[in-house]
């Protein structure tokens, strides 16, 4: 087992149980790539991550392209489920959370959000790619910074500055000499915790499955040998019953991500009491 | 362990979450395009559409309406125009009644004076007769006598008897005890 960060596929290994050779188990080496062009070094590469990540913005711009284009007042099949789908976004997270008359205005980002989240996730399951895009901190980290960007300055602009600080800080008389406390609690919440769990809760999950994945793809292969061979079927049952609850986990990571989104605006939005 | 001591000596893991600088351009490039699209073309195309479609079937329940509120209007007009002309009906058939009612009463008037106009003409006509026949009975029987009595006395009298009033006087005789007798 080498430290080289490439991924090394399972079966390229050639090695099994019995054969004297160690379980080549899943880590942090499997998140890293060899980049496809440039040196990784120079931060100035591409790499397999990077590659996904476009496709998929093109695969799902090509999908609302075909839906929407030339939308029809009596839909046809295609644009039905892509309704379906921004309809799900709209009414049932956006207008939920912030309200019809404040929540229109992000609406498209909060889709747009959804749909390349869901789409990043699904990366893992897809044969080939077979790699969750979000399982790399950059990528949520850059839509929770731009949600941060967003709600922070919808705060102070909807409250000015002491208002907002208000707003962050949790501010209430009530609380008497708990207060400096509670403020400096909630101020780091709210200000500094919230964007890092954001982004982290997102990039956890879809690390976490892609280990999974990993581990029982690998360990089917590994125990392919004398008597591991029923183990490896179980462990090959096990690939097929976490793929299926990958599936669900990314749609409800991605459903998560901008239930949150929703909530931080609503929360800039709202009157402080 | 011994791996993860190679790769901590190597130095060649990096901390998964300290995101590298070139996959958060990409990241951000590739958020940034899919926001583009859908954010300026494809969720307002969608947007008009669905307004389109609400409005659509707005105007197609406003066009519902209107066609039941004009039924119902027709319905009553209808209605309105079913009880006047059966009030009409009504009051024709009362007045076809009534007429019929004075019609059958100018009849029976009209036979009733009819009927008496035939008794009265019955009556005089009887006694036409009888006052003829009287008459005739009594020459009749003014012959008869004149001739029985010529024959009892056995020599004409009849010329003289014409001229005296003896057969006259003795009818009259004869009626009065006809009249004291009824």
Same mark, same amino acid.
């Given at each position: 087992?080498?430290?080289?960060?490439?991924?090394?596929?399972?079966?390229?290994?050639?090695?099994?149980?019995?054969?004297?050779?160690?379980?080549?188990?899943?880590?942090?080496?499997?998140?890293?790539?060899?980049?496809?062009?440039?040196?990784?070094?120079?931060?100035?590469?591409?790499?397999?991550?990077?590659?996904?990540?476009?496709?998929?913005?093109?695969?799902?711009?090509?999908?609302?392209?075909?839906?929407?284009?030339?939308?029809?007042?009596?839909?046809?099949?295609?644009?039905?489920?892509?309704?379906?789908?921004?309809?799900?976004?709209?009414?049932?997270?956006?207008?939920? $959370?912030?309200?019809? !008359? @404040?929540?229109?205005?992000?609406? +498209? =980002?909060?889709?747009?959000?959804? #749909? /390349?989240?869901?789409?990043?996730?699904?990366?893992?399951?897809?044969?080939?790619?077979?790699?969750?895009?979000?399982?790399?901190?950059?990528?949520?980290?850059?839509?929770?910074?731009?949600?941060?960007?967003?709600?922070?300055?919808?705060?102070?602009?909807?409250?000015?500055?002491?208002?907002?600080?208000?707003?962050? $800080?949790?501010?209430? !008389? @009530?609380?008497?000499?708990?207060? +400096? =406390?509670?403020?400096?609690?909630? #101020? /780091?919440?709210?200000?500094?915790?919230?964007?890092?769990?954001?982004?982290?809760?997102?990039?956890?999950?879809?690390?976490?499955?892609?280990?999974?994945?990993?581990?029982?793809?690998?360990?089917?292969?590994?125990?392919?040998?004398?008597?591991?061979?029923?183990?490896?079927?179980?462990?090959?049952?096990?690939?097929?019953?976490?793929?299926?609850? @990958?599936?669900?986990?990314?749609?409800?990571?991605?459903?998560?991500?901008?239930?949150?989104?929703?909530?931080?605006?609503?929360?800039?939005?709202?009157?402080?009491? | 362990?011994?791996?993860?001591?190679?790769?901590?000596?190597?130095?060649?893991?990096?901390?998964?979450?300290?995101?590298?600088?070139?996959?958060?351009?990409?990241?951000?490039?590739?958020?940034?395009?899919?926001?583009?699209?859908?954010?300026?073309?494809?969720?307002?195309?969608?947007?008009?559409?669905?307004?389109?479609?609400?409005?659509?079937?707005?105007?197609?329940?406003?066009?519902?309406?209107?066609?039941?509120?004009?039924?119902?209007?027709?319905?009553?007009?209808?209605?309105?125009?079913?009880?006047?002309?059966?009030?009409?009906?009504?009051?024709?058939?009362?007045?076809?009644?009534?007429?019929?009612?004075?019609?059958?009463?100018?009849?029976?008037?009209?036979?009733?004076r009819q009927r008496e106009e035939i008794v009265a003409a019955g009556h005089t006509q009887i006694e036409a007769d009888r006052k003829a026949a009287s008459a005739a009975l009594r020459q009749d029987v003014g012959k008869l006598a004149t001739e029985l009595a010529g024959k009892l006395v056995g020599e004409s009298l009849e010329d003289h008897a014409r001229q005296s009033r003896v057969i006259d006087r003795f009818l009259d005789e004869l009626e009065e005890k006809a009249e004291a007798s009824r």
């Open positions: 087992m080498s430290a080289d960060p490439t991924q090394v596929l399972a079966f390229e290994t050639d090695c099994h149980i019995f054969d004297g050779c160690g379980f080549p188990a899943p880590g942090l080496h499997s998140f890293l790539f060899e980049p496809l062009w440039g040196d990784a070094d120079s931060n100035l590469y591409f790499n397999k991550t990077m590659l996904l990540a476009l496709l998929g913005s093109i695969i799902v711009i090509g999908f609302f392209w075909a839906a929407f284009r030339k939308p029809k007042v009596v839909p046809g099949k295609l644009q039905m489920v892509a309704e379906a789908g921004y309809d799900f976004i709209r009414r049932g997270v956006v207008y939920e $959370t912030i309200g019809k !008359k @404040e929540g229109e205005k992000y609406v +498209p =980002l909060v889709v747009s959000l959804f #749909f /390349f989240i869901w789409m990043m996730n699904l990366w893992s399951i897809i044969p080939v790619a077979q790699f969750p895009v979000t399982s790399i901190i950059a990528y949520p980290a850059v839509l929770a910074l731009i949600v941060y960007i967003l709600w922070v300055s919808l705060t102070f602009k909807r409250h000015g500055f002491v208002g907002a600080f208000k707003n962050f $800080t949790g501010y209430n !008389k @009530e609380l008497g000499p708990v207060l +400096p =406390l509670a403020m400096l609690i909630e #101020f /780091f919440s709210n200000l500094l915790v919230r964007p890092f769990t954001h982004a982290v809760r997102l990039f956890a999950n879809m690390f976490a499955g892609h280990t999974l994945l990993l581990l029982f793809t690998i360990a089917s292969w590994y125990l392919l040998n004398g008597i591991g061979i029923a183990y490896a079927g179980v462990s090959f049952i096990m690939v097929l019953v976490m793929t299926a609850f @990958e599936l669900f986990i990314q749609a409800l990571q991605a459903y998560v991500f901008v239930l949150l989104t929703c909530t931080f605006i609503q929360g800039a939005l709202a009157e402080h009491h | 362990m011994s791996q993860l001591l190679i790769i901590a000596a190597e130095g060649e893991m990096e901390n998964p979450l300290v995101p590298p600088i070139p996959e958060l351009v990409i990241g951000l490039l590739a958020f940034v395009i899919v926001f583009g699209f859908l954010a300026k073309k494809l969720l307002p195309n969608i947007n008009k559409v669905l307004e389109e479609r609400r409005e659509a079937i707005e105007g197609g329940i406003e066009k519902a309406e209107a066609a039941q509120t004009e039924a119902q209007s027709v319905l009553e007009q209808y209605k309105a125009q079913l009880a006047e002309a059966r009030h009409e009906a009504a009051r024709l058939r009362q007045e076809a009644q009534e007429q019929g009612a004075a019609l059958i009463a100018e009849m029976r008037a009209e036979g009733q």
